[in-house]
Nanobody, 126 residues
Framework: QVQLVESGGGLVQAGGSLTLSCAAS????????MGWFRQPPGKEREFVAG????????YYADSVKGRFTISRDNAKNTAYLQMNSLKPEDTAVYYC???????????????????WGQGTQVTVSS
């Protein structure tokens, strides 16, 4: 059974930084892409960033491009989201997610993510 556990959320002032971690277990981590999503209060969930199983390719939503960096350490079965220059509009519950399909091709579109973590709150104060 796939399990994803996020950590690293918290309260930060605008302009600050946070790094989220997602520890995965239950299958061969290096065979699957990983993604980060977020859900701001009162809004729908949105795809923030994705990374190929090898780490060789990444995708970012326009709203975070140049400020957020997704990465992974396959030896540690962990994915990361480094968030810099945070803005109040980045306030949301952040979720890591994984596709159900090994070596799937839709990871960068934010679809077919079947496994989800419990979420971690990120609050950016102005």
């Amino acid at each position: 059974q796939v399990q994803l556990v996020e950590s690293g959320g918290g309260l930060v002032q605008a302009g600050g930084s946070l790094t989220l971690s997602c520890a995965a277990s239950g299958r061969t981590f290096s065979s699957y892409a990983m993604g980060w999503f977020r859900q701001p209060p009162g809004k729908e969930r949105e795809f923030v960033a994705g990374i190929l199983w090898s780490g060789g390719s990444t995708y970012y939503a326009d709203s975070v491009k140049g400020r957020f960096t997704i990465s992974r350490d396959n030896a540690k079965n962990t994915a990361y989201l480094q968030m810099n220059s945070l803005k109040p509009e980045d306030t949301a519950v952040y979720y890591c997610a994984a596709p159900g399909r090994e070596y799937g091709s839709s990871w960068y579109m934010g679809v077919d993510y079947d496994y989800w973590g419990q979420g971690t709150q990120v609050t950016v104060s102005s």
